[in-house]
């Protein structure tokens, strides 16, 4: 179990003062060496500033982010997220989805999220414009990679330290941690036992290893005067087999994930998730990237997963679609009911999830989904029903 990620949020503005940036690499650095000398690994440093719509205008996007780009780069921060955009004033629907998918075509280390649902509604508007990006995304960025950086957010509060979903909600600079625990859900679901046996395992792991965590990060906020808002515990996995959760999920008694029995497996491990007395933020639930977790990437190739598949384990535990690779041809209409699908399940269960989505142009569904980046593994392109929902939307908006 590693800290996948400390990510801390900042207020930035368009002339991106060196300051704010400098200031965030030093907090890194300390917060870095904390961990350190506990012996607890730390993968990498994420800097979040407020959404784009409270400080840019949608031409300033693009512009915005290629200068952050270069500063967290020469700041020594690998990633950067300008997330959580809403729709409203000059953020039309038509100028935000032109103004992100220039952002991220311009830009190799910087995320962006636009919020589909909040606040318990969900924007019409908003999900047909992120439709829209991630068709523009496919097109501007080689095999549609592009869409790495970008999700469509539903119900997503401040301070989720996973990206594309960060972000920060103004003020002070806050930071929270990302878990990379596959490897202990597998540990724990493996062992002999029973099935309580295996969640009283897990969340003794948890509450130990999280809790070292708890102790170093308030430590930091002590030291450096940042607040902490926690620990998102989703087992984010690794793509070998052994930090697989679909592995672990295997292991505790469902013979193929996505056959029979998988919605109670994937409840179990929530409900464990639930159980350990830890500072939780974010998802704090059940992934599922499919091509991020080696055996899940496996299952949909082998046919055995859909995307209402993926869909029906986020009604019960996930984050949502991540990671999912459809076929080029996928028409903005059908990404649009898709993406409404994920923010109905959010609005009614009150939970945050988002959708990752990546059309990967010339490819049909059942054809190899492969990308040269070290943390995704092979998978198919998983087939959808070639009908959208563009006329839901036109009636939701009084346009038809």
Same mark, same amino acid.
């Given at each position: 179990?590693?800290?996948?990620?400390?990510? $801390?949020?900042?207020?930035?503005?368009?002339?991106?003062?060196?300051?704010?940036?400098?200031?965030?690499?030093?907090?890194?650095?300390?917060?870095?060496?904390?961990?350190?000398?506990?012996?607890?690994?730390?993968? !990498?440093?994420?800097?979040?500033?407020?959404?784009?719509? @409270?400080?840019?205008?949608?031409?300033?996007?693009?512009?915005?982010?290629?200068? #952050?780009?270069?500063?967290?780069?020469?700041?020594?921060?690998?990633?950067?997220?300008?997330?959580?955009?809403? #729709?409203?004033? %000059?953020?039309?629907?038509?100028?935000? !989805?032109?103004?992100?998918?220039? =952002? $991220?075509?311009?830009?190799?280390?910087?995320?962006?999220?636009?919020?589909?649902?909040?606040?318990?509604?969900?924007?019409?508007?908003? =999900?047909?414009?992120?439709?829209?990006?991630?068709?523009?995304?496919?097109?501007?960025?080689?095999?549609?990679?592009?869409?790495?950086?970008?999700?469509?957010?539903?119900?997503?509060?401040?301070?989720?330290?996973?990206?594309?979903?960060?972000?920060?909600?103004?003020?002070?600079?806050?930071?929270?941690? +990302? #878990?990379?625990?596959?490897?202990?859900?597998?540990? %724990?679901?493996? +062992?002999?036992?029973?099935?309580?046996?295996?969640?009283?395992?897990?969340?003794?792991?948890?509450?130990?290893?999280?809790?070292?965590?708890?102790?170093? +990060?308030?430590?930091?906020?002590?030291?450096?005067?940042?607040?902490?808002?926690?620990?998102?515990?989703?087992?984010?996995?690794?793509?070998?087999?052994?930090?697989?959760?679909?592995?672990?999920?295997? +292991?505790?008694?469902?013979?193929?994930?996505?056959?029979?029995?998988?919605?109670?497996?994937?409840?179990?491990?929530?409900?464990? /998730?639930?159980?350990?007395? $830890?500072?939780?933020?974010?998802?704090?639930?059940?992934?599922?990237?499919?091509?991020?977790?080696?055996? #899940?990437?496996? @299952?949909?190739?082998?046919?055995?997963?859909?995307?209402?598949?993926?869909?029906?384990?986020?009604?019960?535990?996930?984050?949502?679609?991540?990671?999912?690779?459809?076929?080029?041809?996928?028409?903005?209409?059908? /990404?649009?009911?898709?993406?409404?699908?994920?923010?109905?399940?959010?609005?009614? /269960?009150?939970?945050?999830?988002?959708?990752?989505?990546?059309?990967?142009?010339?490819?049909?569904?059942?054809?190899?989904?492969?990308?040269?980046?070290?943390?995704?593994?092979?998978?198919?392109?998983?087939?959808?029903?070639?009908?959208?929902?563009?006329?839901?939307?036109?009636?939701?908006?009084?346009?038809?």
């Amino acid at each position: 179990m590693q800290i996948r990620s400390i990510t $801390v949020g900042v207020d930035a503005s368009f002339s991106l003062a060196d300051a704010t940036i400098d200031a965030a690499a030093s907090f890194f650095e300390q917060a870095k060496r904390a961990f350190d000398a506990d012996e607890i690994v730390v993968q !990498s440093a994420r800097l979040s500033t407020q959404p784009a719509h @409270r400080f840019l205008s949608p031409a300033q996007l693009p512009h915005f982010a290629s200068a #952050l780009q270069g500063a967290c780069a020469k700041a020594g921060i690998p990633y950067a997220a300008v997330g959580g955009v809403q #729709l409203g004033g %000059a953020w039309t629907e038509e100028a935000a !989805s032109a103004a992100i998918v220039d =952002a $991220v075509a311009a830009t190799d280390s910087v995320f962006s999220s636009l919020q589909i649902a909040a606040d318990a509604a969900i924007d019409y508007r908003a =999900a047909r414009a992120a439709a829209r990006v991630i068709a523009g995304i496919a097109t501007r960025t080689t095999n549609g990679f592009g869409n790495l950086r970008f999700t469509a957010a539903a119900q997503c509060p401040a301070n989720i330290p996973f990206f594309p979903a960060a972000w920060h909600a103004g003020g002070p600079m806050r930071f929270s941690l +990302a #878990l990379q625990a596959g490897d202990a859900v597998v540990q %724990a679901f493996g +062992a002999p036992g029973s099935l309580d046996d295996a969640e009283t395992r897990l969340v003794a792991a948890l509450e130990a290893v999280v809790g070292r965590m708890e102790r170093v +990060a308030a430590a930091i906020e002590r030291a450096t005067g940042v607040t902490f808002a926690g620990v998102d515990v989703s087992p984010a996995p690794f793509p070998v087999d052994m930090a697989s959760t679909v592995f672990a999920l295997e +292991a505790l008694g469902v013979e193929r994930f996505g056959g029979a029995g998988s919605a109670l497996a994937a409840w179990r491990l929530t409900r464990t /998730l639930k159980r350990a007395k $830890v500072a939780r933020c974010g998802f704090s639930g059940l992934m599922l990237p499919v091509l991020e977790d080696s055996v #899940l990437a496996q @299952r949909v190739a082998e046919g055995l997963l859909t995307v209402n598949d993926l869909l029906l384990y986020s009604t019960i535990c996930g984050t949502g679609l991540d990671t999912v690779p459809l076929p080029g041809d996928t028409s903005e209409g059908e /990404l649009v009911g898709i993406l409404l699908d994920v923010a109905a399940l959010a609005t009614a /269960l009150g939970k945050p999830l988002t959708a990752r989505l990546f059309p990967v142009p010339g490819k049909r569904a059942g054809d190899e989904a492969s990308f040269d980046f070290p943390f995704f593994v092979p998978s198919r392109v998983l087939a959808t029903k070639g009908h959208g929902a563009a006329a839901l939307v036109a009636r939701a908006l009084g346009e038809a």
